[in-house]
């Protein structure tokens, strides 16, 4: 794995270029390390504090460990009024665990989302980014199994 | 009946969108020579007299915009397209990147070339990394083939904030902050991205502009609705026959695009509502259907057209529900910069919770609509100030939905 002070050094330059730095660390890590905004504050010449507001107030962007496979089901209205809930039902059943926690064995963190613009094949999840359209509980595990 | 007209779309399905050789083959970049040709002030006056508006939902005539741009000194000034695509219900923009990044990339150019910037930035929302790619080889070529001249483009991502689709919570973000809006003015135009003068535009505005040069303003401002000229791509999501996105001229009817393109109501059923702009739209009642769905028409019925997502809601469907899950998206994307915004989505979605849940008293609802109405006054952006909409306008045409969950 790329270290995180590596890929820092890339965006240095780059004017408003830590968000994305902190892009480029989740894209390795799947998270940013707690330690990789402090060394994001140095390299970007800010405080720690600012650095980490910036890295927090972005829904996509998270700090702190979590899965490797980050499943993400969308929430918006449309996604809802298609069987959302059925979905999120048979992805926690299928995982033992509940939204917005992390399998034990680290592969797989749930999350919630709003609308990620595929909204023809609702109810859509992502997985790691990748969309999957017209999701039903049925179809969960055949989904998976892909990634296990 | 409506018929499809693609302006915007008029490539789709028939270029390898990853060729540029395949976009110059069908005229591409000739709209950019030809800008070249005319002169800054005419090309920005052609735009102005197209009558093309903002497709990104605030519907500003754009070669005014460029004007103000054009019409302040500056060492520096910037082009940048919105390509957060925020809005629920909303993939337009991701269709035209996805299938003709060169138009977007024409557009800014010549958008570029007017204003007089050598630099342009796309923001693209984090959820799209694969558009991403798209957009960073139709650039690669560009640059390569040299079609683009000294004008640069630079795309840079958002990352799951709703509000950043905000012109100036965008700037914020391409400087690398929180994404939290402006005070305006001054508008983006006069000091925009690191102060200097910034066009802000959303991709399906400049994915007009190439076919508005080539083929002129009159013929442009000929088509559709004479106050909102072109055509408008939809998207249509929820209880629809056809779940797709249609491109229409802006003088069609809601009643044409949900019943005729869209096929009606799925499995039989009846219509109770249409969402049309996204979450933060009017809902609308099957008597306005007959309505045109140009920008000023939609506003008359205090409705929007927005991004031109259409959420088609059968007789089945729980409105008051629905509007708990939208207040509750409200609550999660307010930014939290301006109070009327932080503290009234918090309090709007407990109150509809608790109508939802069945705990309510009819003065709750009496004191979510004044909430709505204090919001929609004072709060700093768009976000805080729409935010109200769908709950004010179910309590106006469907309030009895809301006296039936009472406690
Ligand atoms: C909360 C909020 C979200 C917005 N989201 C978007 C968006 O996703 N895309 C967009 O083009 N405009 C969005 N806008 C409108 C922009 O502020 C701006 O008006 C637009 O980008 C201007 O481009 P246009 O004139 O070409 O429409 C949003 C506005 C608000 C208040
Ligand atoms: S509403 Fe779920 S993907 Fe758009």
């Known amino acids: 794995m790329a270290d995180y002070n590596e890929i820092i050094s890339a965006f240095k330059n780059k004017p408003g ?61 449309p996604c809802h009024v298609a069987g959302a809930d059925k979905v999120v039902a048979a992805l926690e059943k299928e995982l033992g665990i509940k939204m917005g926690e992390t399998t034990g064995d680290g592969k797989f963190t749930l999350e919630f989302t709003e609308c990620v613009g595929q909204c023809q094949a609702t109810p859509v999840i992502t997985i790691n980014s990748v969309p999957y359209g017209d999701v039903t509980a049925e179809k969960v595990g055949e989904i998976l199994a892909a990634y296990k | 009946m409506a018929q499809e007209m693609r302006i915007v779309l008029r490539n789709y399905g028939k270029i390898d969108p990853l060729k540029i050789e395949d976009y110059i083959g069908v005229g591409g970049y000739q709209s950019l020579a030809k800008a070249k040709g005319m002169g800054q002030s005419a090309v920005i006056d052609e735009v102005r007299k197209s009558n093309l508006r903002g497709r990104g939902g605030a519907g500003f005539n754009a070669g005014m915009k460029w004007g103000f741009s054009y019409n302040t000194p500056a060492d520096q000034k910037y082009v940048v397209c919105n390509a957060d695509e925020g809005e629920p219900g909303t993939y337009k923009d991701r269709i035209i990147m996805q299938n003709d990044p060169h138009t977007l990339l024409e557009g800014m150019a010549i958008c570029g070339y007017a204003i007089g910037a050598t630099k342009g930035f796309i923001y693209c929302r984090g959820e799209y990394p694969y558009v991403v790619d ?218 509809v919770s608790k109508v939802n849940k069945g705990l309510a008293t009819a003065d709750d609802i009496a004191l979510s609509e004044r909430l709505g109405k204090v919001m929609t006054r004072a709060c700093l952006c768009g976000l805080g100030q729409a935010a109200p909409a769908p709950l004010l306008t179910t309590l106006s045409h469907f309030r009895p939905e809301f006296n039936a969950k009472l406690g």
């Not at chain 2, 003088?251 to 499995?267: A, E, L, S, W």
């Not at chain 2, 000023?296 to 929007?304: C, F, L, Q, V």
């Not at chain 2, 930014?335 to 009234?344: I, N, S, V």
Request: hydrophobic fraction near 40%; aromatic fraction near 10%.
């Open chain 1, 17 to 77: 270029g830590i968000i994305e730095a902190f892009h480029a660390i989740q894209k390795e890590y799947s998270y940013i390390p707690e330690e990789a905004v402090v060394a994001a504050a140095d390299a970007f010449d800010m405080s720690k504090a600012r650095a980490y507001g910036v890295a927090t107030f972005y829904s996509y962007l998270k700090v702190g460990k979590r899965g490797k496979n980050v499943i993400r089901i969308c929430e918006s209205a």
């Open chain 2, 134 to 351: 798209v957009l960073n080889t139709a650039i690669d070529q560009a640059k390569a083939s040299g079609v683009l001249g000294d004008f640069d483009i630079e795309v840079r991502m958002g990352a799951g904030a709703y509000v950043c689709g905000e012109e100036t919570a965008l700037i914020e973000s391409i400087e690398g902050h929180r994404g939290e809006p402006r005070f305006k003015p001054p508008f983006p135009g006069v000091a925009g991205l690191w102060g200097k003068p910034t066009v802000v535009n959303n991709v399906e505005t400049f994915a007009n502009v190439p076919v508005i040069l080539e083929k002129g303003a009159e013929w442009f401002s000929s088509i559709g609705a004479a106050k909102y000229p072109g055509t408008k791509v939809f998207t249509l999501t929820g209880d629809v026959v056809n779940k797709t996105f249609f491109e229409l001229p802006t003088d069609v009817t809601i009643r044409d695009v949900v019943f005729g393109m869209g096929g009606g109501v799925k499995d039989g059923k009846k219509l109770k509502a249409v969402q049309i702009g996204g979450t933060s739209g009017g809902f609308i009642p099957e008597s306005l259907l007959d309505t045109q769905v140009d920008f000023d028409s939609m506003s008359a019925i205090g409705a929007t057209l927005g991004s031109g997502a259409v959420f088609v809601m059968d007789e089945d469907t729980d409105l008051v529900d629905v509007i708990d899950r939208i207040t509750k998206f409200f609550e999660h994307e307010s930014c939290g910069k301006c109070a009327p915004c932080r503290e009234g989505t918090k309090r709007m979605h407990e109150i």
